[in-house]
């Protein structure tokens, strides 16, 4: 039974200081976590097509030097 209750408060205690911490964080206002999202999925647009680029590349190089 020691253990059961020694498990409870460790559960506790880890909830109690999770929103503890939460507390501490600077959350965004609207604007600005609109404006983020806006930023994050412009940046995803950009990486996608330039690694798809860097992969058509990269493609046509092998089927060069391996005769395909």
Known sequence: MAEKAKKQNAIQGFFRETIGELRKVSWPTVPEARRLTVLVLIVMVIMG????????????????????
Do not use: K, T
């Open 49 to 68: 097509i330039y690694l798809s680029l860097v992969d058509l590349m990269a493609q046509s190089l092998l089927n060069q030097l391996l005769g395909l």
